[in-house]
């Protein structure tokens, strides 16, 4: 069921999006010494928080990114959407890549009093975040409780920066050019003034966490089978989920092609409200699982 234009996201939002649900990214700068630049890149997986639209990067103190950027800021940043538990094999048993952004700009150090401030902001997010899920329905934490926690949640990950933050060195990351690329290798130019103005999905956050939930469930993901059934009118035999946002969700099913064969391809769900929170989120799909579930038993004269 695809999406109109109202019900997908922009390519601005979805790098909005990635960069709001993942936690660490590759940081690549230009390998400099005592005697100046060499240009050659350095590249290092570092951690990360999104703050007020733009990542603010934990840097340890011994990584080289240190001392190259004393010499010279111009910085770039990929980082891909979180792909956790089963479905980070299935994709790379089919040789495919999860979608990813690439930004290119400066990176510059933060004074101490900035330092602090970052800091705070971390330990709000984390505090807010754990909030939620401890204080979310049934529902919810049913969800949420049937993922693999250490390597999808993002507060839990980010959390021993404020164990270790002497170790490490901030930096603001200022973009000047984005690229979202998808998951077959195509390239996508995002307008930096449209990148700057957009703003990420409240549920990004969580993402990783309900993805991975409801991948492995087999329970769910039975009933994302009959979704592919009953609103796509399609023969389905496996189906995963591959992103969330307000707006509904993308999912990567098997589907019975005209050739009689079963192939992977991915489509859309959309929701007929769009929702803001954890909570919104898992009524509609909850929603548009028992409605499914009544189109099939009712098409089968079970109902």
Not at 143 to 167: A, M, P
Not at 175 to 197: A, K, L, Q, W, Y
Not at 213 to 226: A, M, P
């Amino acid at each position: 069921m695809k999406g109109s234009k109202s019900t997908v996201s922009t390519l601005a939002e979805k790098c909005k999006n990635i960069l709001a649900s993942n936690w660490h990214g590759n940081l690549n700068t230009i390998k400099a010494d005592s005697k100046g630049s060499k240009q050659e890149i350095y590249s290092s997986r570092v951690k990360y928080l999104l703050r007020k639209g733009k990542p603010y990067i934990w840097v340890p103190v011994k990584d080289s990114h240190n001392v190259n950027t004393m010499i010279d800021e111009r910085a770039s940043f990929a980082v891909a959407r979180p792909y956790p538990g089963p479905l980070s094999n299935l994709l790379r048993s089919m040789k495919k890549l999860p979608a990813r952004i690439a930004l290119t700009g400066e990176v510059y150090p933060l004074r101490e009093e900035k330092v602090r401030s970052a800091t705070e902001s971390l330990r709000e997010m984390i505090m807010s975040e754990q909030k939620e899920i401890i204080e979310s329905s049934y529902a919810v934490s049913g969800i949420l409780s049937s993922s693999t926690f250490g390597h999808t949640s993002r507060s839990e990950n980010l959390v021993e920066l404020l164990d270790n933050e002497e170790d490490h060195a901030v930096y603001k990351f200022n973009v000047s050019s984005c690229m979202f690329i998808d998951g077959n290798g195509g390239n996508h130019e995002v307008d930096p003034d449209d990148f700057r103005t957009s703003k990420a999905d409240k549920l990004s956050p969580y993402a990783a966490k309900l993805i991975d939930g409801i991948n492995q469930s087999e329970i769910r993901r039975r009933t994302l089978v009959v979704l592919c059934i009953s609103l796509l009118n399609v023969n389905a035999k496996d189906a995963y989920i591959l992103s969330v946002d307000r707006k509904g969700f993308d999912v990567l099913a098997k589907l019975l092609t005209s050739e009689g064969e079963y192939q992977w391809k991915e489509t859309r769900f959309t929701f007929e409200d769009e929702a803001q929170n954890v909570e919104l989120f898992c009524s509609q799909l909850v929603k548009m699982e028992e409605a499914a579930l009544d189109k099939v038993k009712s098409c089968s004269g079970l109902g």
